[in-house]
């Protein structure tokens, strides 16, 4: 392949690291694909993909509304029999900046099912208007 020379660091989001603030959006930087966001009254949920690893292998955090999935897996195969030119492995890193008002007073809840990691925020619950009664005097 034409990028097998390229170093990783230059093709991902920390060559410009040093050029954006820690309230950068992040998600701008980040290919889609593999990472869904979505909300309903309730709830706020971010899913991504992580294919054939174990949810142990997955780092998840939640800094000053940002989430940031992360993880790496790479093949141990150990034999004296075989010479590797190279190894199957795989990494990912998502960070994208959570929409809604969140809850910060409940945690945030992390499953992981058929390689999707799904992360639920519970959202702050709307303040409904508060009808005033009109007494006549």
Not at 50 to 58: A, E, N, T
Not at 65 to 71: F, K, Q
Request: charged share 30%; proline share 7%.
């Amino acid at each position: 392949m034409p990028f097998d020379l390229i170093p990783r660091s230059f093709l991902g989001p920390s060559r410009w690291q040093n050029w954006l603030d820690d309230e950068a959006d992040w998600s701008s930087f980040l290919p889609s694909s593999g990472l869904t966001v979505s909300e309903d009254d309730k709830h706020v949920y971010v899913e991504a993909a992580v294919p054939g690893l174990d949810p142990d292998r997955v780092e998840v955090t939640f800094d000053k509304g940002v989430l940031w999935v992360r993880g790496n897996q790479s093949q141990e195969d150990k034999d004296e029999h075989k010479k590797f030119y190279r190894r199957a492995s795989s990494a990912f890193s998502y960070r994208v900046a959570v929409p809604g008002e969140i809850d910060n007073s409940k945690e945030p809840e992390a499953t992981c099912k058929n390689g999707v990691m799904k992360v639920t925020f519970a959202k702050v619950p709307q303040v409904q208007p508060k009808k005033i009664a009109v007494r006549k005097e």
